[in-house]
């Protein structure tokens, strides 16, 4: 745990599940970056030892490097909001979401960070569809997939974000503590939708930087039928919630779910 007379200002993290092949190195990269980054790694359990590789690096970076270990593989919305609530609890300024498989360059880190640091940001995405942004390597299906859902996503809720479902994100810590956490019903790739529009809706400034996203060379895709399914199906429920003026209060933060998550890894005795 950091120290609390450490001055702390950015946190990555990064969820995993099976990513053997890629932690060490996604790790060692973030730490070559010229900013202060901790990383926070989530792990779910992942049956190849991703976390025990994890945890052989802590004394190597003693005080920046840190993991949760959960059971089971409960999802990728549930893995961020655990890490956001950890990283709340400990005053991280701006809080960085990113994959294990490189797909993201941890170099372009740096300028989300700054666009909200300097650039006046709340909410900065690293964008494939933008001016400057890029997909490597991808099949064209994937491509026109992942195009696809984001205009249905732009033109069923409105909302001005051209690469809705990218999850290279940071956010200011005042975002995530104005926002209801625990509102947030994805847990698969749908979640990167709900957490842009929730933050729209909530007036943060949301702005969009170039990145060149790549696909990965190692481990395995998680993409499958049920996410494509969740995506279509959540994006008209959000819409439809949208609607009711009780939504804006839902998504207000509920001030005891960051206290009640400190209590409960105090008794559970989990911290790392």
Request: glycine share 8%; aromatic share 12%.
């Given at each position: 745990m950091p120290s609390k007379t450490e001055r702390l200002e950015n946190l990555v993290i990064i969820p995993t599940y099976n990513e053997k092949d890629n932690i060490e190195n996604i790790i060692r990269a973030v730490f070559t970056l010229h900013k202060d980054f901790h990383v926070l790694v989530i792990d779910d359990g992942s049956p190849d030892g991703t976390a025990q590789i994890v945890k052989s690096l802590q004394a190597e970076f003693a005080g920046k490097l840190f993991i949760e270990e959960r059971k089971g593989k409960l999802g990728l919305g549930t893995a961020y909001i655990h890490g956001f609530k950890w990283a709340i609890e400990r005053g991280y300024p701006f809080i960085c979401e990113m994959d294990a498989d490189f797909s993201h360059n941890p170099a372009d880190l740096e300028r989300l960070v700054n666009a909200c640091k300097t650039q006046g940001a709340d909410v900065a995405i690293g964008s494939r569809y933008v001016k400057g942004g890029a997909v490597a390597n991808w099949p064209k299906?994937?491509?026109?997939?992942?195009?696809?859902?984001?205009?249905?996503?732009?033109?069923?809720?409105?909302?001005?974000?051209?690469?809705?479902?990218?999850?290279?994100?940071?956010?200011?810590?005042?975002?995530?503590?104005?926002?209801?956490?625990?509102?947030?019903?994805?847990?698969?790739?749908?979640?990167?939708?709900?957490?842009?529009?929730?933050?729209?809706?909530?007036?943060?400034?949301?702005?969009?930087?170039?990145?060149?996203?790549?696909?990965?060379?190692?481990?395995?895709?998680?993409?499958?039928?049920?996410?494509?399914?969740?995506?279509?199906?959540?994006?008209?429920?959000?819409?439809?919630?949208?609607?009711?003026?009780?939504?804006?209060?839902?998504?207000?933060?509920?001030?005891?779910?960051?206290?009640?998550?400190?209590?409960?890894?105090?008794?559970?005795?989990?911290?790392?």
């Open positions: 299906n994937r491509i026109f997939l992942s195009k696809g859902g984001s205009l249905y996503t732009r033109i069923i809720t409105w909302m001005p974000v051209k690469d809705p479902t990218a999850g290279f994100v940071c956010y200011r810590k005042e975002v995530l503590e104005t926002m209801n956490l625990d509102g947030i019903s994805f847990v698969g790739y749908a979640f990167q939708i709900e957490m842009k529009f929730a933050a729209w809706k909530l007036k943060f400034k949301i702005a969009e930087v170039p990145i060149t996203f790549v696909d990965r060379k190692f481990g395995v895709s998680k993409m499958n039928k049920g996410i494509v399914k969740e995506g279509i199906l959540g994006v008209l429920r959000l819409k439809w919630q949208s609607h009711f003026k009780d939504y804006h209060k839902r998504m207000k933060n509920n001030t005891d779910a960051v206290a009640k998550f400190s209590s409960d890894k105090a008794m559970a005795g989990t911290d790392s």
